[in-house]
């Protein structure tokens, strides 16, 4: 389970890194949104790999850690609503100068 | 326990929603509630200063839960004069966007001014890392709002830039955040200090790779280079008042650096050794020439003031990155040098426009009320660029003496020096241009008289300019309580006792009190 996890995150993570270098807007969101995945999945990771274990104490012998999922549901919530940010702004730069680059545009010299 | 500690938060947290939903149409009483929530919170943090000045920690454990278990509020020497300057800061800039009413020009602007001073305490205050996150993601929310505050298309655009840039920054965050809990099961930054220090020699690649993760977090929230490209930008673009409330999210990036690189990863600790040396002070000095060369080639005032932030920046990390209590004392005078003069230099370049198209450095007719700008922009360019009377003299002196012993002081001399003369011939031209060329052209025939920047606005700049003056005069018991903060974060076991050891729910040693 450990190789899965750990080439889902990286493949997650290589796949966000190429569309946030795209430098268009909706590339660079998909890109951002996949990199927060990769995120969510190494937090997730960090407080072991534990299958069918719960996360509070009771009858069970083994537990999870739930500080990571604690983390993760903070993790995820933000993003979120970041992504939503971004989209709106993303959209309002769009409609305003029907021009979707995310770098600054070529300025031309002043004489 | 005393409750104090938390009311930085509270206060701008309760304030804003209020803002929202009571007076959302009422500029007026927004403005009063918001001015008014700003000098009590001045209040609040001298207060504080006050309580750890003497070198006492205050601790607040949030639901009464020991740490490392509950969250803990911190409030050290170092802390509460972050927070007192944030406060001080906001309050001049809050009048500034009040006299030039830039707080009408869109909607919410006191809302989410009061969200952004929430996040930027938070930030100052938490001791723990992930707390720190949280009130860095809700310093950055509040911030994309008000960077884009009055829209405008290339506005909108550079808030773009400014809110992609940051996410990124937080997923970077998050990973060394992950990284860091999967090498030590903790969170909590003194619990981390103590844990960091238990780590097997053989096993330290996952805290490096944590350690470096968070320097790089850091290294982007204080725009050194090469991390710094999304700062020109969003700061120029960004609405003058905003951008001078910018000028201590800067240093947030430089405290959290301080914080965590004397108090969890020591200059001392053997598997990070070599972290700042090899990596941060050549940074810093690369930060510190791009910065000033920025200044000498800026076409556009904000522009100017932006990379003379990045420069800035560039000379407190430099004092940072020796980590030695001199070189920590130095950064923090430069520190709060710096913060003033940078947020006063935005306001100004915000004076500067009224009755010019635009802020281009091209002779333009005089603006509007030019003497008095003129005046300010002086005394200011004279504190950024380091000369004489002024507290950047001074702290350019202490930042030179600090690493006049240091291996490395051939370098940081030739560049230091090297990089305020740029910054100096950068700000002269500047200032000629805008002021003196001014007077050799023309004034159209047809041309519409602006009206002059009103007497508020002044009185905010003026009030950043005497601060600076204050901060100069009083320079001999600046630098001695600097020197005690520095002392206090290089021994930093009364932090970790206090922290660790003060009764809350769940503390295990409560059972052994009892026989």
Do not use: C
Request: hydrophobic share 60%.
């Amino acid at each position: 389970m450990e190789i899965l996890v750990a080439s889902a995150i990286g493949i997650l993570t290589a796949g966000g890194m190429y569309l946030v270098l795209r430098l268009r807007t909706f590339p660079v969101i998909m890109g951002i949104s996949l990199l927060t995945y990769a995120v969510n999945i190494f937090l997730f990771a960090s407080g072991r790999l534990t299958v069918g274990a719960p996360p509070i104490l009771g009858d069970a012998t083994t537990y999870t850690d739930p500080l990571p999922q604690a983390l993760v549901l903070t993790a995820i919530v933000i993003s979120f609503g970041m992504t939503a940010v971004v989209v709106m702004i993303a959209l309002g730069a769009y409609l305003g100068g029907n021009d979707d680059r995310v770098d600054d545009p070529v300025v031309e010299d002043a004489p | 326990m005393t409750h104090w500690l938390i009311l930085p938060i509270i206060l701008p947290a309760f304030l804003a929603p209020f803002i929202v939903l009571a007076a959302r149409y009422q500029i007026g009483i927004q403005r009063v509630i918001s001015v008014a929530g700003m000098v009590a919170l001045i209040g609040i943090a001298l207060g504080l200063s006050w309580t750890a000045s003497d070198g006492s920690i205050l601790l607040y454990q949030l639901g009464d839960w020991a740490a490392p278990f509950g969250i803990v509020l911190v409030g050290d020497r170092l802390s509460t004069l972050m927070v007192l300057l944030t406060a001080v800061l906001a309050l001049f800039v809050l009048l500034y966007s009040i006299g030039s009413k830039w707080d009408e020009r869109g909607r919410h602007f006191h809302a989410l001014f009061q969200f952004q001073i929430m996040g930027i305490m938070g930030a100052f205050l938490t001791g723990d890392l992930f707390n720190l996150f949280v009130f860095f993601e809700v310093l950055l929310i509040a911030s994309y709002g008000l960077m884009i505050h009055a829209g405008g298309t290339v506005r909108l655009r550079a808030g773009v830039q400014y809110v992609l840039f940051n996410l990124l920054g937080s997923t970077l965050f998050l990973f060394a955040l992950g990284a860091i809990y999967a090498e030590t099961g903790t969170l909590n930054m003194a619990d981390l200090a103590h844990r960091v220090q238990l780590i097997d020699a053989g096993a330290t690649v996952g805290i490096r790779v944590a350690a470096v993760l968070l320097l790089m977090v850091f290294a982007i929230k204080a725009a050194v280079v090469p991390l710094h490209f999304w700062l020109p930008s969003s700061y120029a673009e960004a609405p003058a008042p905003v951008a001078a409330l910018f000028a201590i999210m800067t240093k947030v990036g430089a405290y959290a650096i301080i914080r965590v690189y004397t108090l969890i990863f020591p200059p001392d600790l053997a598997a990070t050794a070599g972290l700042h040396g090899w990596w941060l002070l050549p940074a810093a000095l690369v930060s510190l020439a791009v910065g000033m060369i920025g200044v000498l080639a800026a076409r556009h005032l904000d522009r100017l003031v932006a990379f003379a932030v990045i420069g800035s920046m560039g000379m407190v990390m430099v004092s940072i990155a020796l980590f030695t209590p001199a070189g920590i004392s130095a950064a923090l005078y430069y520190t709060v040098h710096s913060t003033l003069a940078a947020g006063a230099l935005f306001l100004i370049s915000d004076l500067a426009r009224a009755g010019r198209a635009n802020l281009d450095l091209t002779a333009q007719p005089p603006m509007a009320g030019a003497n008095l700008t003129a005046a300010m922009f002086f005394v200011a360019a004279i504190a950024m660029a380091g000369l004489p009377p002024l507290s950047g003299f001074i702290g350019k002196l202490l930042i030179l003496d600090a690493a006049f012993d240091t291996p490395h002081m051939v370098w940081i001399w030739a560049v230091v020096l090297g990089a305020s003369l740029i910054g100096i011939v950068g700000f002269a031209r500047a200032g000629s241009i805008l002021f003196w060329k001014a007077k050799s052209v023309e004034t159209p025939e047809d041309a519409s008289t602006a009206a002059a920047p009103s007497g508020l606005s002044y009185v905010a700049v003026g009030g950043l300019l005497s601060l600076l003056v204050a901060h100069t005069v009083f320079a001999g018991p600046a630098t001695t309580y600097t020197t005690a903060i520095a002392n206090q974060l290089f021994t930093p076991d009364a932090y970790m006792t206090t922290v660790l050891t003060t009764k809350g729910k769940m503390s295990a040693p409560k059972t052994e009190e009892d026989h």
